[in-house]
């Protein structure tokens, strides 16, 4: 028999890089910021993802997941997964 099944919810981390916020996002990341490409028009960020380096343009979202691994996403793809959690 056949079943339909739902993924639980889920709470994340996530900071969106915006080209300027660096130690920011060396903060969030730790250890696993790997690399930061200057002088450009379109300024990098390489993190350490599960899946090797990664690079962030500015825009991206890079999340936290719940074992403390690292993901890179554009901000359409984020939106479309992710809404914003209020706490009071």
Do not use: H
């Amino acid at each position: 028999m056949v079943k339909k099944y739902t993924k639980k919810p889920l709470v994340v981390e996530a900071v969106i890089w915006d080209g300027n916020n660096r130690s920011d996002i060396f903060q969030f990341c730790s250890l696993s910021y790997f690399n930061y490409e200057f002088g450009s028009s379109d300024p990098k960020l390489m993190i350490q993802t599960l899946e090797g380096p990664m690079s962030a343009s500015v825009g991206d979202y890079i999340i936290k997941g719940i074992k403390g691994e690292f993901y890179i996403t554009n901000k359409k793809n984020f939106l479309e997964q992710y809404e914003e959690v209020y706490e009071p």
